[in-house]
């Protein structure tokens, strides 16, 4: 059993920045990858950004590319979404995810829900105008 636990949400004004966190528990993590999805009130959850454990080539939705980056830090089991210059339309409840079967390349499947196993239990980001 994998334990996800989120934290770093909160209110900020537009332009500013919040660093999300994501605690992992249960497993070991060598080979797994990490995903950040978003859901705004009324929407779909949506893709933000995923990253293996062991590689070094996160890949990142184009709403978010260039602004946020998404890191690891394996000694401590906790993966990290910084989230710079943030907008009103980043809105939303931010979940992480873990995958426990290395699938390939993040680019051909870290967008599709079903792919990921467990989930935290999300954050709420809200960015004023």
């Known amino acids: 059993q994998v334990q996800l636990v989120n934290s770093g949400g909160g209110l900020v004004q537009a332009g500013g920045s919040l660093r999300l966190s994501c605690a992992a528990s249960g497993r070991t993590f060598s080979n797994y990858a990490m995903g950040w999805f978003r859901q705004a009130p009324g929407k779909e959850r949506e893709f933000v950004a995923a990253?293996?454990?062991?590689?070094?080539?996160?890949y990142y939705a184009d709403s978010v590319k260039g602004r946020f980056t998404i890191a690891r830090d394996n000694a401590k089991n906790t993966v990290y979404l910084q989230m710079n210059s943030l907008k009103p339309e980043d809105t939303a409840a931010y979940y992480c995810a873990v995958n426990q079967r290395p699938l390939g390349p993040l680019s051909s499947w870290c967008g599709r829900e079903i792919e990921y196993d467990y989930w935290g239990q999300g954050t709420q980001v809200t960015v004023s105008s």
């Open positions: 990253i293996y454990w062991s590689g070094n080539s996160p």
